[in-house]
């Protein structure tokens, strides 16, 4: 399903609305009770609503209760690396990890991002655990990051390549969203692939984007897309070197 650009932004003029109309003073007495109750012991119901009755939006609640507890991020679960020695295809490409790294100077780097509200994480999972494997590299922090996250961790780690991975059907903004945010952080040259669930004519868009590879249920063998990821970042790093 794609959302309608215009009712995306009929959404946005309605909330801009709603946040003009209210008593801004009162929402903003409303919010403070609520932080200063759940820094306490208080019990947050009846502050909670209070700022419903003040007008405060869902997000602004929620933006609160980070400002108190910190935002929860669960285990990724790719922490551990189960060895696949004896694998013939998981030799190859790991081989040409070490190969590739050897000549770069340093340890592939590949960066992966679930962009967007997403929360089918089990791909991802997997890519960032055979990437591990082969010897990458691989940073991934979980579900749920924004596009300019998601370019700075890309920054922060020095990425030679940055992969989306996005089941939610809204890889055309998302990645337009990332692919500006690279550029702002300077990183225009990184080569950027994306998986999910792509129709044949948004490929065609991301690929004008400037999407390098972009990888679809048909693309099942995980090992195999390791192997290309290589091939992405050899020839975006070395081949003019």
Known sequence: MTVDPAEEAAQVRELKAWRAKRDNAAVEAALADLKAAAASDVNIMEPSIACAKAGVTTGEWGTAMREVFGEFRAPTGVAMVISGDGDEAIAAVKADVDRVSEALGRRLTYVLGKPGLDGHSNGAEQIAARGREVGMDVVYEGIRFTPAEIAAQAKAANA??????????????????????????????????????????????????????????KDFKITGIMGDVVKVVEKAWLATA
Not at 194 to 202: F, K, L, Q, R, S
Request: hydrophobic share 45%; net charge negative.
């Open 160 to 217: 030679h390549v940055v992969g989306l991975s996005i089941l939610s059907g809204s890889h055309l903004d998302l990645v337009r969203e990332t692919i500006a945010e690279l550029r702002k952080a300077g990183l225009e040259n990184v080569p950027l692939v994306v998986g999910g669930i792509i129709p044949p004519e948004d490929a065609r868009a991301l690929g004008q984007m400037g999407v390098t590879r972009i990888y679809t249920p």
